[in-house]
């Protein structure tokens, strides 16, 4: 499978990473600095660089977002960042995208039991700025065409 993986110098972005090239995937990464992965191919640029962005997801069957909320200075880019991706994977004419969230995120349909309501309290207590971010992410993918 051919992955266009954002975030990939990041905790998780850096561990899908290498699972996605020890199972043999084709792995495009788009970022601002490279991981110096081998096996992959690097695109340099930013989260707000639609055109630099087309470049690193036309051709690929699936985009991997790992790009994070670390303070509250990235709310802003987070968001304009989830808005380009859709944008421009929707001109790519490339429709699956998976994007990591958080505990604190809700989606339809979950089913939290006790423990899973406190982790969503304590989650929502401690960041609440950031799961907001990422909870307007998955609604805005959610509105989008993608998978």
């Known amino acids: 499978m051919k992955i266009t993986l954002l975030g990939g110098t990041g905790s ?62 990235d709310i802003p880019v987070i968001t304009v960042a989830v808005s380009n991706i859709i944008t421009v994977m929707e001109n790519a004419d490339v429709r699956r995208l998976v994007s990591i969230s958080g505990a604190g995120v809700r989606l339809p349909g979950d089913r939290r039991g006790p423990l899973g309501h406190i982790a969503t309290w304590i989650a929502r207590s401690m960041a609440y700025d950031m799961i907001a971010c990422k909870q307007g992410e998955y609604e805005l993918i959610a509105r989008s065409h993608l998978e």
Not at 46 to 61: F, I, N, P
């Open 12 to 73: 998780i972005g850096r561990v899908f990473l290498e699972e996605a090239i020890a199972a043999g995937h084709e792995l495009r990464i788009y970022g601002r600095t490279s991981p110096n992965a081998n096996g992959a191919d690097f695109i340099r640029g930013e989260l707000s660089d639609k055109v630099a962005m087309t470049a690193a997801v036309r051709g690929s069957d699936a985009v991997v977002n790992t790009v994070g909320v670390r303070s509250k200075d």
